[in-house]
């Protein structure tokens, strides 16, 4: 099986930065396709960018887009989510999932298209 283990998060005032790392080991990362999500108490879990195999395709939530950037280092089997001009509402508990599925596209937006989760990270940013 996949183990994802997620780590970078912390305490940020507002507009600062921080980098979130996955890191993924019992397969390697180029035959993942990797996402990630949060979650604040009392709210479902929200996607928040996705990025295909090959680190080509990537796609972003409408509220974090030109803000957080993700990337992928498949001979460190690491995937990063660049977070910079950080505000409160990005408070939450980010996840990292991966997915064996392939398709065409290759990039998942849903919960349901990933098969492996790791155990989240706080990030907390203040006002």
């Known amino acids: 099986q996949v183990q994802l283990v997620e780590s970078g998060g912390g305490l940020v005032q507002a507009g600062g930065s921080l980098r979130l790392s996955c890191a993924a080991s019992?397969?390697?990362?180029?035959?993942?396709?990797m996402g990630w999500f949060r979650q604040d108490p009392g709210k479902e879990r929200e996607f928040v960018a996705t990025?295909?195999?090959?680190?080509?395709?990537?796609e972003y939530a409408e509220s974090v887009k030109g803000r957080l950037t993700i990337s992928r280092d498949n001979a460190k089997n690491t995937v990063y989510l660049q977070m910079n001009s950080l505000k409160p509402e990005d408070t939450a508990v980010y996840y990292c999932a991966a997915t064996s599925t392939v398709t065409s596209w290759d990039v998942f937006l849903r919960e349901y298209e990933y098969e492996y989760w790791g155990q989240g990270t706080q990030v907390t940013v203040s006002s």
């Open positions: 019992g397969r390697t990362s180029s035959s993942l396709g």
């Open positions: 990025i295909s195999r090959s680190g080509g395709h990537t």
